[in-house]
Antibody
Framework: QVQLVESGGGVVQPGGSLRLSCAASGFTFTSYGMHWVRQAPGKGLEWVAVVSYNGDNKYYADFVKGRFTISRDNSKNTLSLQMNSLRAEDTAVYYC????????????WGRGTLVTVSS | EIPLTQSPATLSLSPGERATLSCRASQSVSSYLAWYQQKPGQAPRLLIYDASKRATGIPARFSGSGSGTDFTLTISSLDPEDFAVYYCQQRANWPPLTFGGGTRVDIK
């Protein structure tokens, strides 16, 4: 069955960096675009970034552009999110999500990893 | 960016009742809209995509309708497990992909 397992969350000071990972299994990872979606505590869902199936195309939400970098390693079935210059407003649970086409919509999600930006 | 507005913010209903949730887009998204369910402490689950297509394994009591700017998620008869938060999401014009603010369906 499809599994997405995020890791790498934690507490970081404003201006700091963190790298999130998502280990994927149970499907042909190389066939699907992969996304990060976040959810601040008690708030709604926010799309963060996408990387295409082969890693060639990447798009970001404006609020992370220039600070976050999405990448994937198809040899390891792993998705990553490098987060730099973190701000308090980046505090959220970060989910990795597998897209479906037509879409993208998200048919599988991980359980999420909590990032807390605080001094 | 296409903002999505969901209403009402909270819907208080009893098991067995019909739930009608609304999602309105600031401009036409054609039929390119999905609905998700999220329970506390869990990741969202895809219910409906392309406005009216049920995702794999989703019970028939969930149905979606609408096109253009106005969409509806209907739960024909609420099961106790249906009390959750529901989000809509558009893919008509992206990036960015956008979500609505959510509707909480709670037990009356």
């Amino acid at each position: 069955q499809v599994q997405l397992v995020e890791s790498g969350g934690g507490v970081v000071q404003p201006g700091g960096s963190l790298r999130l990972s998502c280990a994927a299994s149970g499907f042909t990872f190389t066939s699907y675009g992969m996304h990060w979606v976040r959810q601040a505590p008690g708030k709604g869902l926010e799309w963060v970034a996408v990387v295409s199936y082969n890693g060639d195309n990447k798009y970001y939400a404006d609020f992370v552009k220039g600070r976050f970098t999405i990448s994937r390693d198809n040899s390891k079935n792993t998705l990553s999110l490098q987060m730099n210059s973190l701000r308090a407003e980046d505090t959220a649970v970060y989910y990795c999500a597998k897209e479906i086409r037509p879409g993208p919509y998200f048919d599988y999600w991980g359980r999420g990893t909590l990032v807390t930006v605080s001094s | 960016e296409i903002p999505l507005t969901q209403s009402p913010a909270t819907l208080s209903l009893s098991p067995g009742e019909r739930a009608t949730l609304s999602c309105r887009a600031s401009q036409s998204v054609s039929s390119y809209l999905a609905w998700y369910q999220q329970k506390p402490g869990q990741a969202p689950r895809l219910l409906i995509y392309d406005a009216s297509k049920r995702a794999t394994g989703i019970p028939a009591r969930f149905s979606g309708s609408g096109s253009g700017t106005d969409f509806t998620l209907t739960i024909s008869s609420l099961d106790p497990e249906d009390f959750a938060v529901y989000y809509c999401q558009q893919r008509a014009n992206w990036p960015p992909l956008t979500f609505g603010g959510g509707t909480r369906v709670d037990i009356k």
